[in-house]
């Protein structure tokens, strides 16, 4: 495993643990937008999440955990929604707040640390988690969903969209429908409605992007 570069330690969050995403790569989230678009930095939004959006999937306020450069979060707003979007990168926040000011939609970007989504202080009927979660290690899903919890609304929905280990060409972190279930427990106050196999676009696996599950998750 890499050693924790300088890029690493140069963190807004005092104290932040590297993910293991950061800790494989030996890059900061941040840095991963430095020199130009990040893998998954596609410049519009997750067809996943457009078909969504359509159907109407979306309800109330809406969180957008690890949005990114703002296409996901940009593109429900933009039907009428108040969305945060927020991530850890702060050169992100700057290129979606950009966006949003080009594009004329109203949308609200928040640094915040995707383990402490309690710190907020608000709460959301709709959370997306659009190609995140998938970034965590099973150690770490834990805390991660816990984090969730705190701020998703008793009744509201989770969306989960993350690479799949089902089919050729994965992407670099896989997770499993039974990963899935274990992280979203009913002991943990959770309902997993449905988990259906779906695509991830990035920069690197083709028109087609690599295969993914879609995962409709209720706070109970």
């Known amino acids: 495993m890499p050693e924790r570069s300088e890029t690493l330690a140069d963190d807004p969050f005092s104290g932040r643990r590297p993910t293991s995403h950061e800790r494989m790569t030996g890059q900061s989230w941040d840095a991963s937008y430095h020199d130009g678009p990040a893998p998954w930095d596609i410049g519009r939004p997750q067809p996943a999440i457009v078909r969504l959006a359509a159907e109407g999937g979306f309800a109330g306020a809406v969180l957008d955990a690890g949005c990114g450069t703002g296409e996901n979060t940009l593109h429900v707003a933009s039907h009428g929604f108040s969305v945060l979007g927020v991530d850890v990168a702060e050169t992100a926040l700057a290129i979606a707040r950009e966006n949003a000011a080009g594009r004329g939609i109203a949308a ?113």
């Open 108 to 220: 609200e970007f928040a640094i915040a640390d995707a383990f402490q989504l309690g710190r907020l202080g608000r709460r959301f009927e709709t959370v997306l988690d659009c190609g995140l979660l998938h970034t965590f290690d099973a150690d770490e899903r834990p805390g991660y969903v816990a984090s969730l919890a705190s701020v998703t609304e008793r009744g509201g929905t989770v969306y989960v969209l993350c690479f799949s280990d089902q089919g050729p060409g994965t992407g670099p972190h896989p997770v499993s429908r039974e990963e899935l279930r274990a992280a979203f427990t009913p002991e943990g106050g959770w309902n997993i409605a449905a988990i259906e196999p779906d695509r991830v676009l990035t920069r690197f696996h083709g028109d087609d992007g690599a295969p993914a599950w879609f995962a409709t998750i209720e706070r109970i």
